[in-house]
């Protein structure tokens, strides 16, 4: 059964709705879209075939390299092959991923504390519970 079929969202549609929301200037939908594909992922078990298809730019490296990373890491998580696409360099500054603006100081060092090591290396900081409440 294939994602939509099971009326879940796929790598590649996902990626099209963040980036109509970074279109709109809607980064706390963007990153809805985000944890809402992740969470979808994790509920179609081993039918990931067409989840895993390489999707279009988000129109952003670093949204690319967010949602990449968190496809990734749960490939990690789950014992499943990541996809060769899944794998991006680093962004050349840190990004602390907060739906508008920036933290403060202590909540920027408890993401920064709390956040996966795929996602640290590639110089993203976001915490792992925040994949959880989708």
Do not use: Y
């Not at 100081?105 to 290396?121: L, N, Q, S, Y």
């Amino acid at each position: 059964m294939t994602m939509a079929e099971q009326h879940r969202l796929s790598a590649r549609e996902a990626a099209t709705l963040i980036r109509v929301e970074l279109d709109a200037g809607d980064t706390d939908f963007a990153l809805r879209f985000v944890f809402q594909a992740i969470s979808d992922m994790r509920k179609a078990g081993n039918a990931l075939d067409d989840f895993l298809i390489q999707p279009e730019s988000t129109g952003s490296r670093a949204w690319d390299t967010l949602f990449a990373t968190a496809i990734l890491w749960q490939c990690e998580r789950a014992g499943v092959p990541a996809p060769s696409w899944s794998d991006m360099p680093p962004l050349g500054d840190d990004w602390i991923v907060w739906p508008r603006g920036a933290p403060g100081g202590e909540w920027a060092d408890r993401i920064r504390a709390a956040t996966p090591e795929p996602f640290r290396v590639r110089r993203i900081f976001i915490r792992e519970r925040d994949f959880t409440t989708a």
